[in-house]
């Protein structure tokens, strides 16, 4: 329990620390932009404003995931969390759009506007920030097992890349080239909605039930290796937030009694626990026919 507590307060911090950040950076880079005359700056800084939208929303699952099962959700609310990790995707999504039509319309523009050389270094300490965010956040999320935590490291990533698409803009200015600035923002753009796609495909599959066949094979071997376990007639596995839940149908000695297959059931439990960290197991128990020889 005190491990859980612990990962639960590593999670929380790491969704803050990203807020924080936005906060900070969106203040920051929508004050300069408007005074040093950077467009690149100030989409930064919006961009930096959305993303306190996703922080919030995943520190509204990470909290709803951790209450108790209910009445009306009698398995807990872990999927909140990847609901979370969902919404970020969709907001992600939005950025990467605007991002790329605003990119389209200062090619088509003839307006050329140089900005002031500082807004390209207030742009490079953003990124820089938001990698170190990003390295913390993916270290914690990796720690806690926390997919939501792991889709705020992947928006700390894109925001980094923005940021330094940003600063490459700017300087791009400063030296008569112009269209490295809507260049820049496109190529960002596209990271952004790459890794959206990514978060908003692992969530779905996650919530439609979805698991990895090879994924079953670790599973399939630890419950083998159970004395008592003839075979595996079926197996399924399905994820909700961070935790997995397991069904299994195995074939033992139809000569054993309800106490011994018992006791094979609560092995397998056991070592789910102790190597995959797997608590929730069902195990459904029939008789191995015609095995051709008995167990002595």
Known sequence: MGRSNGNNISADRGAWISMISYLSLSTIKLIMGYLFNSTALVADGLNNTTDIIASVAVLIGLKMSRKPPDANH?????????????????????IGIQVLI????????????VPDIAAAWIALIGALIMLLVFFYNRSLSI??????LMAVAKDNFSDAMVSLGAFVGIIGA???????????????????LKTSWDIFSE???????????NELEPLKETILTVTGVKDIKDIKARSYGNEIVVDAVIEVNPDLNVLESHNIT?????????????????IHIEPKMNTGKEDE
């Open 203 to 213: 969530a779905t599959h996650m919530l439609t039930d979805g698991f990895e066949p």
């Open 74 to 94: 009698p398995y807990g609310h872990s999927r909140a969390e990847t609901i979370a990790s969902l919404v970020t995707s969709l907001i992600m999504a939005t």
């Open 266 to 282: 609560d092995q397998i439990e056991e070592k789910m626990r102790s190597i995959h960290k797997i608590k929730d197991v069902h």
């Open 143 to 148: 720690k806690t097992n926390s997919r939501a």
């Open 102 to 113: 605003d990119a389209v319309r200062v090619i088509f523009s003839k307006e050329q506007v």
């Open 174 to 192: 400063q030296y008569n080239f112009p269209w490295l600035d809507p260049l820049a923002a496109i190529i960002v753009g596209i990271i952004i």
